[in-house]
């Protein structure tokens, strides 16, 4: 007898015993659905969170550098409390890196205040009002939707234009083109040259802003605002030598010290990426060892019913072995039953996961997706077959003369 007959006999001999036991059998998965429920909901919240925040971030370019006064992640009272003794970025910094930089494609100063805005009998009480230059797309990644950017004359006369995100126009336009109008921002009228593209949902976008010339915004809002300098790498394999050029512009333009610490802050993406990835390691971490507990009282569960199951059917193991039925062929049999019981439950647990995912949308980016479900009826099967296996071992292993001796 080959493997493939003894594992279709296996197969049809597991089913006929589950069948004949269904009370047993439903009772005896709760706990694996339970289990596999955990690893399901678990990895899909994982996938949705990894979704989500990649979204949020998006807008981040990964080959851009933000100078600022302070870390963007800083953890704990005293870091923040350092970071606010740091000088604030200035102008005169900013000129300095675009004159000394030879790996930066772009450098862009960006100061920003949030403004009331107005248009007739429309507005908002708060808007993110940003005074740059011309570079401003290319190292925000921004793209306009109608009409134009700031040009360069624009921005270095000072001219009161704007180009505005997708939301304020449409909550101030509604249906109307915005394009020659004019808004009033705190009092102030510009007029609208351009409209940018929706950026959607990430947390760092620039759909509900208006974008100034930076002389004008000097002019208006702040004399003396603190900047975020924008570096954009030439390239984005270099964009570590970026970095520490950037660095030591910065530290000889402030006259730092050699071994004195840096008094400001190079952020990129990155940092985001590697807290994320910290979080998702420990919510991971506490799912695994919830999940390995659920699946561990499932599969004891499992375990003493395969006992059970072994024990009323000493004499059928018995009469097995005696027309020639070989050891591995009781051990795969009662292997099957097990993982089969386990992947029902496996199945149940997906049912129920399916529309648990579709809640989670509302929060979440989350999808139930091919990966998350193969691998948890990997994981139930695997289940089945490590809580089975010393029953089924303890069935291969009867003698067959007293096996029929059972009553």
Known sequence: MNFLTELREGLLISWSAIRANKLRSVLTTLGIVIGILTVTLMGTAIEGLNRS???????????????S????????????????????VTLPEFEAVQRNMTLAAAVVPVANVNEPVKYHKRGS????????????????????????????????????????????????????????????????????????????????????????????????????????????????????????????VLRRFR?????????????????FLELFHRVAGTIGLVGLFITGLALFVGGIG??????????????????????????RTILLQFLIEAACICLIGGVIAILIAWPATLVMQKAMPATLSPMIVGTALLVSALTGVLSGFFPAWRAARMNPVDALRNE
């Open 69 to 88: 006064r302070q870390n963007w992640l800083i953890m704990s009272r005293q870091d923040w409390l350092q970071s606010q003794k740091n000088p604030k």
């Open 53 to 67: 925040f990649v979204n949020s971030i998006s807008s981040i370019s990964t080959d851009v550098l933000y100078v």
């Open 255 to 271: 006259h730092i010290a050699p071994g004195d610490p840096d008094n400001f802050a190079i952020n990129q993406q990155d940092q």
């Open 125 to 248: 009480s708060s808007i993110s009002v940003f005074g740059t230059t011309e570079q401003y797309p290319a190292t925000s990644g921004l793209t306009v939707a109608s009409g134009r950017f700031l040009s360069a004359a624009e921005c270095d006369s000072g001219r009161p234009v704007c180009v505005i995100g997708f939301d304020m126009a449409t909550n101030l336009f509604r249906n109307e083109s915005p394009l020659g109008e004019k808004i009033s921002i705190a009092g102030h009228e510009f007029e609208i040259v351009g409209v940018l593209e929706k950026e959607g949902e990430s947390s760092y976008n620039d759909d509900n802003a208006a974008i100034v010339p930076l002389q004008q915004y000097l002019y208006t809002f702040q004399h003396v605002p603190e900047y975020t300098i924008q570096v954009k790498a030439k390239n984005i394999d270099q964009i570590d030598d970026t970095k520490e050029e950037l660095r030591a």
């Open 302 to 327: 499992i375990m003493n019913i395969m006992f059970v199951s072994v024990a009323e059917r000493t004499r059928e193991i018995g009469v097995r072995k005696a027309i020639g039925a070989k050891r």
